[in-house]
């Protein structure tokens, strides 16, 4: 096992869900929405540690594995992101993969092929083609997007983790993922893996 970490952000204000109630309690499939994730993640064997960040730890009862630590979120998932960066550094993590808990459908091979893309790229970010057309609005004009050159991101996204843990600390402007960081920062070395 190389030392790798697996983070769910599973911290936000359920904004997506159109919920009032808070993500970590959303039941999927009979289970809260993050542990379908957190099983997936031990299962893989690919992690030493798996971190669960959440906005009040004293709200899980259940014991996990010594290996998944639960800690607390901040404001905005990019607080809550960067909290559990720096959380981990301690550790000194090779790889760390950030997955928001509201995803619980990843394959098994997604987290396999996404480590395995890091050994030759800094980033590894999942993506599918969009099946409708795509429009951009700048003032009051809207242009089109070419749908063969567009991607919809997803999670898991993967990443060396000094790269991402540098990126973040000198991060300003909140983020709706951390492939942001690596794309405003016009980095190269970044590999997407298409229709996973």
Do not use: C
Not at 23 to 47: M, P, T, V
Not at 101 to 129: C, D, E, Q, Y
Not at 157 to 170: C, G, T, V
């Amino acid at each position: 096992m190389m030392n790798n970490y697996f983070i769910i952000i599973d911290s936000g204000q359920s904004k997506r869900f159109n919920s009032t109630k808070q993500k970590q309690f959303i039941r999927y499939k009979n289970k809260a929405l993050f542990e379908h994730s957190l099983e997936k993640a031990l299962d893989s064997k690919l992690f030493k540690k798996i971190i669960l960040v959440i906005n009040d730890k004293k709200q899980i009862k259940q014991k996990y594995p010594e290996d998944v630590l639960i800690i607390n979120g901040g404001k905005e998932r990019s607080d809550s992101s960067l909290k559990a960066l720096k959380f981990i550094k301690k550790f000194k993590p090779i790889n760390v993969l950030i997955h928001d808990a509201a995803r619980p459908n990843f394959s098994m091979g997604l987290l396999h092929k996404l480590i395995t893309s890091l050994k030759k790229n800094k980033a590894s970010i999942p993506v599918v083609s969009s099946k409708d057309s795509i429009k951009y609005k700048v003032k009051n004009q809207l242009f089109n997007l070419n749908r063969n050159n567009s991607y919809l991101t997803q999670t898991p996204q993967a990443f060396k983790f000094n790269d991402l843990y540098n990126l973040s600390i000198n991060q300003k402007n909140k983020i709706q993922d951390e492939a942001t960081l690596f794309i405003d920062n016009d980095l190269k070395n970044q590999d997407i893996n298409k229709n996973l």
